[in-house]
């Protein structure tokens, strides 16, 4: 089961900025990006639910970080139905984000309290997930609707939470933008756990890429305040 309530989850989604995505089949793999990743500041990760076996992945993934991460609050993406939300929700999954909005996926997360973000393409459909008691919705693919399109939403409901995921970068100028348009935090995945850091293995350029995001992160909210 979760080990965070998912007050606590999105309490410290909002206060980090930032949730890394990622996936891999190669267990020793990720847990040398979980470790970068916490190293560099990181108390969140989202694994993709995207590989066979993943589940397994995750169970061993997520054993790990009771173990050796303190604080370490791992979740999963890319969930499509509540079967696979249920599977990863006894694995321990504290958070489970989705690219669609789906009600089945809804009621399995809240029946056990955990935290979960609809992806969402409309202004109806954004509110129907809020209807369902999603507290941060996902905007995806990113890149696709933009700055402008959070801007346009915020207009008429200034409280909706939005998380992009999809085309966002680490450089300031990109996430600038993201965070001027009034989203709450940004899912990064690629840009962030490169294919070259997991080809050389050099865990601690990631570990430093992250410290370094994460504090431009701040700054940049600090100067929009």
């Not at 410290?12 to 979980?34: C, Q, R, T």
């Not at 997520?62 to 929700?89: D, R």
């Not at 890149?143 to 409901?157: H, L, M, R, S």
């Given at each position: 089961?979760?080990k965070?309530?998912?007050?606590?989850?999105i309490?410290?989604?909002?206060d980090?900025?930032m949730?890394?995505?990622?996936?891999?089949?190669?267990?020793?793999?990720?847990?040398?990006?979980?470790?970068?990743?916490?190293?560099?500041?990181?108390?969140?990760?989202?694994?993709?639910?995207?590989?066979?076996?993943a589940?397994?992945?995750?169970?061993n993934?997520?054993?790990?970080?009771?173990?050796?991460?303190?604080?370490?609050?791992?979740g999963?993406?890319?969930?499509?139905?509540?079967?696979?939300a249920?599977?990863?929700?006894?694995?321990?999954?504290?958070?489970?984000?989705?690219?669609?909005?789906?009600?089945?996926?809804?009621?399995?997360?809240?029946?056990?309290?955990?935290?979960?973000?609809?992806?969402?393409?409309?202004?109806?459909?954004?509110?129907?997930?809020e209807e369902?008691?999603?507290?941060?919705?996902?905007?995806?693919?990113?890149?696709?609707?933009?700055?402008?399109?959070?801007?346009?939403?915020k207009?008429?409901?200034?409280?909706?939470?939005?998380?992009?995921?999809?085309?966002?970068?680490t450089?300031?100028?990109n996430?600038?933008?993201?965070f001027?348009?009034?989203?709450?935090?940004?899912?990064?995945?690629?840009?962030?756990?490169?294919?070259?850091?997991?080809?050389?293995?050099?865990?601690?350029?990631?570990?430093?890429?992250?410290k370094?995001?994460?504090?431009?992160?701040?700054?940049?909210r600090?100067?929009?305040?």
């Amino acid at each position: 089961m979760a080990k965070y309530t998912r007050i606590e989850v999105i309490n410290k989604i909002i206060d980090s900025g930032m949730v890394p995505l990622f996936y891999h089949s190669d267990i020793e793999v990720a847990k040398n990006v979980l470790k970068a990743c916490y190293r560099g500041g990181s108390r969140l990760l989202e694994f993709t639910n995207r590989g066979d076996f993943a589940i397994e992945i995750f169970k061993n993934l997520n054993k790990f970080a009771h173990q050796e991460l303190p604080g370490m609050i791992l979740g999963v993406g890319s969930v499509t139905n509540s079967s696979s939300a249920s599977q990863y929700i006894l694995a321990g999954a504290n958070f489970v984000i989705t690219p669609v909005f789906r009600k089945d996926i809804a009621k399995i997360c809240n029946r056990r309290k955990v935290l979960w973000s609809a992806g969402c393409g409309s202004l109806s459909e954004i509110s129907k997930a809020e209807e369902m008691g999603c507290e941060l919705i996902k905007l995806f693919p990113g890149n696709i609707y933009g700055p402008e399109f959070v801007k346009a939403i915020k207009g008429p409901q200034p409280w909706t939470s939005i998380m992009p995921t999809g085309g966002v970068t680490t450089s300031k100028e990109n996430l600038k933008d993201w965070f001027d348009s009034g989203v709450s935090c940004v899912g990064i995945g690629s840009k962030l756990i490169s294919k070259s850091i997991l080809i050389d293995k050099d865990y601690k350029v990631l570990e430093e890429k992250v410290k370094e995001t994460l504090k431009l992160i701040q700054e940049i909210r600090k100067s929009l305040s």
